[in-house]
């Protein structure tokens, strides 16, 4: 989606091949990096505005009970990733819909998996949270942790936890199990 | 191509490989993940979801699922397929008795559309108790050799004592890298 990726305009230049190749190479991935600048401007704008973040904050305060702090992930983990990418992602690829024509999430998640290493930074954390699934458990631990006050004990494993009973709704989302 | 071109590229590509652990209960497979990632093997209990991990070998990342085996767990396994590079089917060779259930397990997964492509490779485990069947056996018994959807290897090991796991390992990644890195 972000680029048409013919080197034919540059032929006509006739450089050795060599330089011909860098050349493109080159002017290919500063289209490329552009573009993905201008996307992750927009992210930024997005996530940060309150339709986002009520969403985000309704969607962990409704599920952060679920989760636990054991090695072994639940099942029910799963589904609430995918729940979560429903609700969430969309909201993000409809609001960038929106802002960039033929914008596809696809394509923008594929990029950001592939620049992982080379980012950090609240916005890819939460982009992360998307495609990847530690990163999504490691949101909703994080966010319990917080909740709960907890102060973790790294020596003993142990936690000492005051907590808030809140009745945790999940009438809304069917998890009907295959 | 310019040496910073190379270089950006190098540093963008992280080779990463998905790998789903699958098999009856009691076959192995948590302890097979354990035992790579270097943990204590002695107090493992039965999954009753998923575990994954991450583990660097050789250049790639490779991310590990291990799903719970039990009977009434099975169903929950399709949800782990999507972008699945490479599947161990984790056997327990001393299990003679369920034999026929891995071998239908196994087929079953085998017609799952989401994992065709995929790398398989079949562990006869638990090598080191005596009277456990060989690979040989068990590639008769499971009829491997009927299997023309997959690329597919069985090697016999043991999570205990490590056996052939790393040779397992190294062939599943050849043989992804083979389809899907081969382009720089
Ligand atoms: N002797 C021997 N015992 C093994 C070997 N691998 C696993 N075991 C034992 O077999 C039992 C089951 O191992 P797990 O790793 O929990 O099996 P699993 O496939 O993860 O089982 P589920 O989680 O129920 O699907 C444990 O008691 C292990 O110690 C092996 O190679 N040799
Ligand atoms: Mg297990």
Redesign the interface.
Same mark, same amino acid.
């Given at each position: 989606m972000m680029m048409s990726n013919s080197p034919g305009d540059f032929h006509c230049l006739s450089l050795g091949e060599?330089q011909e &190749?860098?050349f493109t =190479?080159?002017s290919n #991935?500063n289209v490329v990096d552009t573009q993905f600048d201008i996307i992750i401007g927009y992210i930024e704008d997005i996530i940060m505005e309150e339709k986002f973040q009520t969403l985000q904050n309704s969607f962990l305060e409704r599920f952060y009970k679920e989760f636990e702090e054991t &090695? &072994? *992930? !639940?099942?029910i983990?799963?589904d609430i990733h995918k729940e979560y990418v429903n609700v969430l992602e969309k909201c993000l690829e409809d609001e960038l819909s929106m802002r960039v024509p033929d914008f596809s999430m696809i394509e923008f998640t594929k990029q950001i998996? =592939?620049? !992982? #290493? &080379?980012l950090d930074g609240e916005i890819f954390e939460i982009l992360l949270t998307f495609s990847d699934?530690?990163a999504f458990k490691d949101m909703f631990l994080d966010y319990r942790a917080a909740k709960e006050g907890k102060t973790v004990d790294l020596s003993t494993g142990l936690t000492i936890t005051s907590y808030s009973e809140m009745p945790c709704d999940r009438g809304e989302i069917n998890f009907g199990? *295959? | 191509m310019g040496l910073l071109t190379i270089l950006k590229k190098m540093k963008q590509k992280e080779k990463e490989v998905r790998l789903l652990m699958l098999g009856l209960d009691n076959a192995g497979k948590t302890t097979i993940l354990k035992k790579f990632n270097g943990e204590d093997i002695d107090t493992i209990s039965p999954t009753l979801g998923f575990n994954i991990k991450t583990l660097e070998h050789r250049g790639f990342k490779l991310n590990v699922w291990d799903v719970g085996g039990q009977r009434s767990l099975r169903s929950y396994w399709r949800n782990y397929f999507e972008s699945t590079d490479g599947l161990i089917w984790v056997v327990d060779s001393a299990d003679r008795m369920r034999i026929q259930d891995c071998k239908q397990e196994l087929h079953s997964l085998l017609l799952e559309e989401r994992l065709a492509g995929s790398t398989l490779l079949v562990f006869a485990n638990k090598q080191d108790l005596p009277g456990s069947l060989s690979s040989e056996d068990i590639k008769k018994m499971l009829d491997l050799d009927n299997i023309k959807s997959h690329h597919w290897r069985i090697l016999p090991c043991s999570a205990v004592t490590g056996e052939h796991l790393l040779e397992g390992i190294d062939w599943t990644i050849d043989d992804i890298a083979s389809r899907i890195f081969t382009m720089d």
């Amino acid at each position: 989606m972000m680029m048409s990726n013919s080197p034919g305009d540059f032929h006509c230049l006739s450089l050795g091949e060599d330089q011909e &190749e860098l050349f493109t =190479e080159n002017s290919n #991935s500063n289209v490329v990096d552009t573009q993905f600048d201008i996307i992750i401007g927009y992210i930024e704008d997005i996530i940060m505005e309150e339709k986002f973040q009520t969403l985000q904050n309704s969607f962990l305060e409704r599920f952060y009970k679920e989760f636990e702090e054991t &090695e &072994e *992930n !639940k099942f029910i983990y799963t589904d609430i990733h995918k729940e979560y990418v429903n609700v969430l992602e969309k909201c993000l690829e409809d609001e960038l819909s929106m802002r960039v024509p033929d914008f596809s999430m696809i394509e923008f998640t594929k990029q950001i998996i =592939e620049r !992982k #290493s &080379e980012l950090d930074g609240e916005i890819f954390e939460i982009l992360l949270t998307f495609s990847d699934f530690v990163a999504f458990k490691d949101m909703f631990l994080d966010y319990r942790a917080a909740k709960e006050g907890k102060t973790v004990d790294l020596s003993t494993g142990l936690t000492i936890t005051s907590y808030s009973e809140m009745p945790c709704d999940r009438g809304e989302i069917n998890f009907g199990q *295959n | 191509m310019g040496l910073l071109t190379i270089l950006k590229k190098m540093k963008q590509k992280e080779k990463e490989v998905r790998l789903l652990m699958l098999g009856l209960d009691n076959a192995g497979k948590t302890t097979i993940l354990k035992k790579f990632n270097g943990e204590d093997i002695d107090t493992i209990s039965p999954t009753l979801g998923f575990n994954i991990k991450t583990l660097e070998h050789r250049g790639f990342k490779l991310n590990v699922w291990d799903v719970g085996g039990q009977r009434s767990l099975r169903s929950y396994w399709r949800n782990y397929f999507e972008s699945t590079d490479g599947l161990i089917w984790v056997v327990d060779s001393a299990d003679r008795m369920r034999i026929q259930d891995c071998k239908q397990e196994l087929h079953s997964l085998l017609l799952e559309e989401r994992l065709a492509g995929s790398t398989l490779l079949v562990f006869a485990n638990k090598q080191d108790l005596p009277g456990s069947l060989s690979s040989e056996d068990i590639k008769k018994m499971l009829d491997l050799d009927n299997i023309k959807s997959h690329h597919w290897r069985i090697l016999p090991c043991s999570a205990v004592t490590g056996e052939h796991l790393l040779e397992g390992i190294d062939w599943t990644i050849d043989d992804i890298a083979s389809r899907i890195f081969t382009m720089d």
